[in-house]
């Protein structure tokens, strides 16, 4: 097991990752008083998992309640967040109760947003069982549910008491599920870690046959660049924004093709290219590696053409109606080289027309 600390004074929490973790054990060192635990998990998760966290939760002298919400992004609602109270209700438990959030990065969020709401906070405690969860939505304390105009418009930053990574969990994932982490992983290795990036480029197939030791790297390395960036910057006012590499792109071609038409690390795949190519346009990336960033996209299944029904003005609209607008201008995070990115607010509509009409082009001459 390998441990990674987030270091936020007195909200600072532990990320233990590994594989066939005690959860109980673990979920008592980071909760050493609590007796009544609520575990919110999903119908798709509950079964696979739900009986062993139960008996090792109950082994370490808790007294665990469940509550399965129905699986998808499309249940990330406030139906499902209200649902998560009432349960917490129904079962008579109080301010000194804690949830655990079993499942991936949509249980992570709305129980973590249940957790900062109900009776005004509780503890919560992470147990991802998605690549992209372990590696980046169970990381960071961002918690929200989707409102009706725009995904992830309600929620609130509430830290969990710890975060359980048990890697043996992804057996049982679907690989498209698996390639979308893969989207995660390959964004945070071009953001802050050529290293990582050179090992997936070496053995890109690693991830897909669950290879232990790649996974154990990949997730820690993705959690210690994703919690020192957290440390630095919880609220997102500055660096933290640097996480969303790939996402500006990604979230216009989610938003333009109805979120869930494209899992989210997909989209982040042809976010990342589109980012690259940016800025391998504007000269600031070395040229070719735009190219790599493609090819390892593409090697993990990821999609790293823009859907022929999207046009240039498609990504301009969907862009600005993005979070990350500050004052009018759309903040570009753009990889500078392998390793280390940057933000930009300069890049005007044109460059954006250009962008896309250089892509489109080259598609349609493949
Ligand atoms: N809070 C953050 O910082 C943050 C960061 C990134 C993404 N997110 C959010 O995370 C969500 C996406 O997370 P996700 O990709 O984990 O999607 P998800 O939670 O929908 O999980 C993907 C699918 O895999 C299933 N599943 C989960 N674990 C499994 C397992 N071990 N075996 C078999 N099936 C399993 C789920 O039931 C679901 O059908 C989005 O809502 C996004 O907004 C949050």
């Not at 509550?67 to 406030?78: I, Q, S």
């Not at 008579?92 to 991936?104: M, Y």
Request: one cysteine or more.
């Amino acid at each position: 097991m390998e441990t990674i600390e987030v270091g936020l004074a007195e909200r600072a929490y532990p990320i233990h990752i590994g594989n066939g973790l005690g959860i109980g054990q673990l979920a008592r060192a980071a909760l050493p008083r609590t007796r009544d635990l609520m575990v919110v998990t999903n119908t798709t998760v509950g079964p696979l998992q739900l009986g062993r966290v139960m008996g090792s939760l109950g082994e370490a002298g808790f007294a665990p309640r469940s509550l399965e919400l129905p699986d998808g992004e499309r249940y990330k609602t406030v139906d499902s967040w209200m649902s998560i109270h009432t349960g917490l209700l129904e079962a008579g438990f109080g301010r000194d109760c804690a949830i655990v959030a079993l499942g991936g990065g949509v249980v992570g969020d709305l129980a973590g947003f249940a957790a900062a709401t109900y009776q005004r906070g509780i503890p919560f405690i992470q147990v991802p069982t998605t690549l992209l969860a372990m590696v980046d939505a169970s990381v960071g304390g961002k918690t929200a549910f989707n409102h009706p105009l725009g995904k992830n418009m309600v929620g609130a930053f509430w830290q969990p008491r710890a975060v359980l990574a048990d890697l043996g969990t992804l057996g049982t994932l679907p690989r498209r599920e698996l390639a979308a982490g893969m989207g995660e992983v390959i964004k945070t290795a071009i953001l802050g870690d050529a290293g990582l990036f050179g090992e997936l480029e070496r053995d890109s197939a690693a991830a897909f046959r669950l290879d232990g030791d790649f996974l154990l790297r990949a997730v820690r390395r993705c959690c210690e660049i994703k919690a020192r960036v957290v440390a630095e910057d919880e609220r997102e006012r500055g660096m933290r924004a640097l996480l969303n590499l790939g996402h500006t792109f990604g979230h216009a071609v989610e938003a333009f093709l109805g979120f869930g038409t494209w899992l989210h690390g997909e989209a982040v795949g042809l976010g990342l290219v589109m980012a690259a190519t940016l800025s391998e346009r504007r000269g600031i990336l070395p040229s070719g590696v735009a190219a790599r960033i493609a090819k390892l996209c593409s090697e993990c299944d990821l999609p790293i053409e823009i859907p022929t029904e999207m046009k240039d003005y498609d990504f301009i609209k969907f862009m600005r109606h993005d979070k990350k607008v500050r004052d009018g201008a759309v903040r570009y995070v753009l990889p500078v080289r392998l390793g280390e990115c940057r933000v930009f607010s300069d890049v005007g509509d044109d460059e954006v027309r250009s962008l896309v009409g250089e892509m489109k082009g080259r598609q349609a001459t493949i």
